[in-house]
């Protein structure tokens, strides 16, 4: 089945670009419908949905990040990536990559999460 793992830095610096890389295995992230999505949950808040990059590469963001956000793939290593520039300590947050049916818009599977911390 497909499974997916976040990677990264768990302690980035105020103003400096938090970089993830979510590695996923069992399935192609070329494959149709599927969109691969980055999404956030800062410390006794609600999840945050950041952006997504589809099966074709094309990639959307939400408008709050979308100046400070780009998400790249790399598809001979079959693992897509979330850059968030200028970070603040706002910026702390569990940081997780799913995968989203753009059929039925089902988020699954998901990584496990990765705790990152904007902090000097």
């Known amino acids: 089945q497909v499974q997916l793992q976040e990677s990264g830095p768990g302690l980035v610096k105020p103003s400096q670009t938090l970089s993830l890389t979510c590695t996923v295995s069992?399935?192609?992230?070329?494959?149709?419908?599927?969109?691969w999505t980055w999404i956030r949950q800062p410390p006794g808040k609600g999840l945050e949905w950041i952006g997504h990059?589809?099966?074709?590469?094309?990639?959307v963001y939400t408008p709050s990040l979308k100046s400070r956000t780009a998400i790249s793939r790399d598809t001979s290593k079959n693992q897509f990536a979330l850059q968030l520039t200028s970070v603040s300590p706002e910026d702390t947050a569990v940081y997780y990559c799913?995968?989203?049916?753009?059929?039925?818009?089902?988020?699954?599977?998901w990584g496990q999460g990765t705790q990152v911390t904007v902090s000097d």
């Open positions: 990059i589809s099966y074709s590469g094309s990639a």
């Open positions: 069992g399935g192609s992230i070329s494959t149709k419908p599927y969109y």
């Open positions: 799913a995968r989203v049916d753009g059929v039925n818009w089902e988020y699954d599977p």
